[in-house]
């Protein structure tokens, strides 16, 4: 090869080659780290056992919430101090309107084991009252269901309540838009090659689209976090799912049994919980799939000093997640809905200020007293529409005060690689 003429050559030459010499590389960045997805994500999961759940579920919560609120509402102004002026009539309209975003039938732990007729009873039921209860109108955005395990102990029963109420929801008309399915306790990389195999075959006997069943991993166990070999699994897991893998959940309590911490001291800011989770965060950055904290089992219910620890706790974990970059929680219990939106609103509200004027100053070029790059603009953009998208802030708020778009907000907030 000859010298080149001058130093615009040398650039041409070297883009050129450079270009040959990672066309794989640049290829394989798209595909296993494209970006966030732009879509919504539910600020919290319900979980609630199959033979608990019928299509009147989501406003009978919404209903029983209502109440709690109304019976609790000062302890919950208390616990929001000046913020609550402004956040308690959005949380009540929200629990009105949209009381569950997030919706998981389950046919786990919080379950249990019955017989094969008892649990395809309750499959067969749960299935035809989904399918209801979206025909109605008053199913949330977000659905699904979490089976039993792909251990061998478990893994007839959880693969054959999954094809039979994929199957039952579709026969009774219902739609698997916004279905997602738990795959609990998972152990292994093979296992989610697994799910894509028995996802695969689903499909293709319901008469599926290719890719329409999707799966969130539930990391409840050390392996997951921790193969043998030292290695991270759930980096790997989330290429191994090819695209199906939406979410990845922490679940507090299986995963602190696995390391041994006693009982009364398992909880989502448990050290080994904070390990856990940043490694999950690191391993899903860049990937869009989302990640989700647990539970606290510590319910607001009984005396009037129980239903305020309760609270305060709730509010306080809730807080904790968000701080950290954990958007998505679960709750388990109708009188957990009013301290969700309370404190989740309550985040969005107290940081949008800040952030809408930051915005604003970055996309007019107007400078500030902060100095934002790139990437803090895109997290900025991001509190503010995840905030829009729970009900938090409203839109013309947000055109008033940024004075851009919803949609040009999302556009910076998760630009996409592809």
């Known amino acids: ?29 798209v595909a296993r780290f494209p970006g966030d997805v732009p879509a919504r994500q539910p600020v919290h999961t319900v979980y609630v056992p199959a033979d608990a759940y019928d299509a009147d579920l989501v406003p009978r919560w919404g209903e029983e919430a209502t109440g709690a609120m109304a019976e609790h509402r000062e302890v919950l102004a208390d616990l929001l101090g000046v913020a609550a002026v402004e956040v308690l ?53 977000f659905t699904g ?8 102990p478990t893994r007839a029963r959880g693969i054959r309540t999954l094809a039979t109420f994929v199957d039952g929801l579709l026969s009774a008309g219902g739609s698997v838009e916004g279905f997602v399915v738990t795959f609990p ?3 292994s ?11 695969e075959r689903i499909e293709q006997t319901l008469g599926l689209d290719e890719g329409a069943l999707r799966h969130e991993i539930q990391v409840e166990t050390p392996q997951s976090i921790l193969g043998p070999d030292g290695t991270a699994l759930v980096a790997r897991m989330i290429h191994a799912g090819q695209g199906r893998v939406t979410a990845l959940h922490y679940g507090t309590y299986d995963y602190s049994a696995f390391c041994g911490i006693p009982a009364p001291y398992q909880s989502m800011e448990h050290p080994v919980a904070d390990q856990a989770k940043l490694v999950m965060q690191a391993a899903a950055a860049g990937t869009g799939v989302r990640l989700s904290d647990g539970s606290t089992n510590i319910l607001p219910l009984g005396s009037a ?50 952030a809408a ?28 529409v995840r905030g829009l998208d729970c009900g938090a802030l409203r839109p013309e708020e947000v055109a008033d005060s940024t004075g851009v778009t919803a949609q040009t907000l999302t556009d910076l907030a998760r630009p996409c690689r592809a």
């Open 357 to 384: 004027e930051r915005l604003r100053n970055y996309l007019g070029k107007a400078g500030g007293n902060v100095m934002d790059e790139p990437a803090t603009a895109r997290t900025l953009a991001d509190l503010v």
């Open 305 to 354: 000093e129980q239903v305020r620890e309760g609270y305060e706790l709730h509010t306080r974990l809730i807080r904790r997640s968000l701080e950290r970059g954990y958007y998505q929680g679960w709750d388990l219990h109708p009188s957990q809905l009013p301290s969700r939106f309370a404190a989740t609103y309550a985040f969005y509200r107290e940081n949008y200020p800040a």
């Open 1 to 29: 090869m000859s010298a080149p003429a001058s130093s615009a050559d040398l650039v041409a030459e070297l883009t050129a080659d450079l270009d040959e010499r990672l066309r794989e590389a640049d290829a394989d960045l």
């Open 145 to 152: 269901i979490r089976f039993k395990s792909f251990e061998a």
């Open 89 to 141: 009539p959005l949380v009540e309209d929200k629990l009105a309107r949209e009381p569950i975003e997030d919706l998981r039938i389950d046919f786990e732990d919080g379950y249990g084991n019955r017989s094969d007729d008892e649990e395809d009873g309750h499959v067969a039921a749960a299935a035809a009252a989904l399918a209801a209860s979206q025909a109605a109108g008053s199913a949330p955005p």
């Open 189 to 199: 990389v093979e296992q989610v090659e697994a799910m894509v195999h028995a996802s």
């Open 185 to 187: 306790k998972v152990t």
